[in-house]
């Protein structure tokens, strides 16, 4: 077997507006595929449990302020310090189930008013997911839905110019699925979807690289 013939698990991203439904959706995609035997892990960025996931905790729970670049970078750093990790589980046949990753990175930081270039720069060389489901809801439907936290950017107005900016970062690995239905029709294409992926992976899809 070459290198590029081996099984190996699949990277899934899910990204969308703060109240589009990521975390519920990825939860119940993994006890699905958990169900059907399949070796799945839960991810999260930011990853609050490590030292650089307190310092980006803080920033948003507002007890602590920090230039925008200064937390764009803390994010990527967070991304980077489980980046061998990652490559580790996904080469032995994990597939990685992850709530958010570098396009929410550059989306919430360009919004800001950061340089889209400037944000993106830190992070080439992360692993490229293979498919990034993208859970599509107006900011106003994010909204309605059961409030905001108290947590930074959960605003509608700021809300509005993330979804501006996510949309310039869609490209061929992305699928986007209506997130304003209800959630059990959600759930049933997310499934499909990443079913597909995950056989395309354990066929021998080659990793790569962001951002390609
Ligand atoms: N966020 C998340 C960023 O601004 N940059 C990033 O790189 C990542 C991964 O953090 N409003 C923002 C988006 C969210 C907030 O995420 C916390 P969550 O999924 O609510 O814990």
Known sequence: LSANNESRGALV???????????????????????????????????????????ISAYLTNKSQLDDHTIH?????????????????????????????SYSGVAFSTAKGLDFEWCKAPEIGLIAPDLVVYLDITPEKAAERG?????????????????????????????IVDACQPLYDVEIQVKEIVLQHIIACQKGKILSSLWS
């Open 13 to 55: 991203v899910f990204e969308g507006l703060d109240r589009s439904g990521k975390t519920s959706q990825c939860g119940r995609l993994v006890s699905y595929l958990e169900g059907l035997g399949h070796s799945v892990e839960l991810w999260r960025f930011p990853d609050r449990t490590t030292s650089v996931g307190q310092m």
């Open 73 to 101: 970078l803390l994010f990527s750093a967070n991304r980077w310090e489980k980046r061998s990790m990652m490559e580790t589980k996904l080469k032995a046949g994990t597939t990685l189930i992850v709530d958010r990753y």
């Open 147 to 175: 409030g905001y936290g108290g947590e930074r950017y959960e605003q509608l107005e700021f809300q509005r110019k993330v979804a501006q900016h996510y949309k310039l970062l869609k490209d061929s690995s992305w699928k």
